[in-house]
């Protein structure tokens, strides 16, 4: 074997192990961040599964000042509170989205301080969980759409994860 040869098939194996190691840690990485997604989607579910709850004892208290309009509305707000907990993934934001008109159009002035506070706290909480979630989204779709990653199949063939936009009313600085 002469030394050239020898020199290039040096180098080529030098080369593949260095993209082999890459593509290891690539993998892992990329698992990682699915974990981390689906770790951020169980925190934004139990923020919204909270933020329900107050939606329906906000519904509660309506439902006690007896007028009929007040009723039929609390009716409502608690309809859809417990229609976006149940809702499966993919309808999972129009019901969010539901139940955050439905608290815009309550009387945010006839609540007791405690339910304000209450409300202000989850939405707030729903807030930052959508965040981090949709942050773990980007990282996570950020690296799955390289083309290496993609030509290589390293994260498998499970379908990219999905961002979850919602209305963020009630919240200082929400629309």
Do not use: C, K
Request: glycine letters at 4%; hydrophobic letters at 45%.
């Amino acid at each position: 074997m002469s030394p050239t040869t020898t020199l290039i098939l040096l180098v080529a194996i030098v080369a593949i192990v260095l993209l082999v190691g890459w593509a290891v840690q690539t993998a892992n990485r990329l698992d990682r961040l699915n974990v981390r997604v689906d770790l951020a989607r169980q925190a934004l579910h139990a923020s919204l599964d909270r933020r329900s709850v107050v939606a329906r004892a906000i519904a509660t208290d309506m439902a006690a000042s007896g007028t009929p309009e007040v009723v039929t509305s609390a009716r409502d707000l608690a309809a859809v509170a417990d229609h976006a907990e149940r809702a499966d993934p993919a309808t999972r934001e129009a019901a969010e989205n539901a139940v955050s008109a439905a608290l815009a159009r309550a009387d945010p002035q006839s609540r007791p301080p405690g339910l304000v506070a209450e409300l202000a706290d989850a939405e707030t909480r729903v807030m930052m969980a959508r965040r981090f979630y949709n942050d773990a989204v980007r990282d996570t779709r950020n690296l799955a759409e390289r083309r290496p990653v993609r030509w290589l199949r390293l994260g498998g063939r499970a379908p990219l994860p999905d961002y979850f936009e919602i209305i963020e009313r009630g919240v200082p600085g929400g629309p």
